[in-house]
């Protein structure tokens, strides 16, 4: 039987995952219409994000499974329901990774609240999963922040 601390963990990492294919499918657009002279390193860097970002959205939907959730994944359901934005296929380099910089954030703040539910719940493994996820992207972040200069 589901308990209800397991549901909000459930929910929370739907939350997550919604998030993440929003921010997946940006890094697929921003790797395809980046301008400008960084372009050979940006176009590369996004195809890395966005591999990086694939494997961590199937290990997000299938901790959902594995706690007896349904992975949220439709169109629909990622657009009425995502926090990252959804971005123009038009942008200057600079703008992506600003975009990269807030998608990250919104994906950090997703993450303390599911890490804060799987706690209550006692749900080690969820716990042991994705705590390394923030990790990753506050060190995103900085390398953002670096190559903005700022
Ligand atoms: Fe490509």
């Known amino acids: 039987m589901e308990t209800l601390l397991e549901n909000q963990v459930v929910e929370k990492l739907n939350r997550l995952l919604i998030n993440y294919q929003v921010h997946y499918q940006n890094l697929r657009l921003f790797h395809w219409n980046v301008k400008g002279p960084f372009f050979f390193i940006l176009h590369e860097k996004f195809e890395e994000l ?6 961590k959205i199937d290990e997000v939907a299938e901790r959902i499974l594995a706690l007896n959730g349904i992975p949220k994944g439709s169109l629909k359901n990622i657009l009425s329901n ?26 950090i703040e997703n993450l303390e609240e599911l890490l804060e539910e799987a706690g209550k719940a006692g749900d080690e493994g969820t716990l042991d999963i994705f705590t390394s996820y923030i990790q990753e992207l506050q060190k995103q972040n900085w390398m953002m922040k670096s190559f903005l200069n700022n």
């Open 50 to 55: 966005y591999n990086e970002a694939a494997l």
């Open 82 to 107: 995502a926090n990252v934005e959804s971005h123009e296929e038009i942008m200057d380099a600079s703008a992506m990774v600003k975009a990269i910089i807030n998608a990250n954030k919104v994906l």
